[in-house]
C-alpha cells in the first residue's frame, strides 16, 4: 500500500499488514497463533498471513491454531473483529475482508510435568 504527501511516499508492504494482523490474532483469548504451514514460498509473508492491500483497501487470509475446547466460531468472530480493529487503526486501510481459518488444534498440556 502507497500513499503520497506533500513530504513524500509513504509505503507499507503487506508483509507488515500481516505481522500486524499475526499479533492482534495472538491477543485473542485461545489464539496460539498463526499457522505456518506447508505453503509454496512466496504465497504467504513471513507472518503467515496473505495480504492483499491497493488503494485504501485490505483482504487478509489468516490461519490459526486455536486452543483445544474454545468455541471455534467465536474464536474467528473475535479474531476477525480485533484483526480489522488493528489494521485499521494502524495504516488507515479499510479492511473490507478479514478471512479466519483454523488449521489446527493445540492439545491442552498433560497435568503430569
Excluded: C
Excluded at 34 to 58: C, H, M, T
Amino acid at each position: 500500500m502507497m500513499r503520497g504527501n506533500e513530504m513524500g511516499a509513504v509505503h507499507i508492504r503487506n508483509d507488515v499488514i500481516g505481522s500486524i494482523a499475526a499479533l492482534a490474532a495472538a491477543e485473542v483469548e485461545g489464539v496460539d497463533g498463526v499457522w505456518k504451514g506447508n505453503f509454496l514460498p512466496g504465497l504467504l509473508g513471513r507472518s503467515g498471513v496473505r495480504v492483499e492491500a491497493q488503494e485504501s483497501e485490505a483482504k487478509i487470509w489468516i490461519p490459526l491454531v486455536v486452543d483445544y475446547g474454545v468455541n471455534l466460531p467465536h474464536v474467528a468472530a473475535m479474531v476477525q473483529d480485533r484483526v480489522r480493529e488493528a489494521v485499521e487503526q494502524m495504516t488507515q486501510l479499510n479492511a473490507v475482508e478479514v478471512n479466519v481459518s483454523i488449521h489446527q488444534i493445540k492439545p491442552k498440556r498433560s497435568a503430569i510435568s
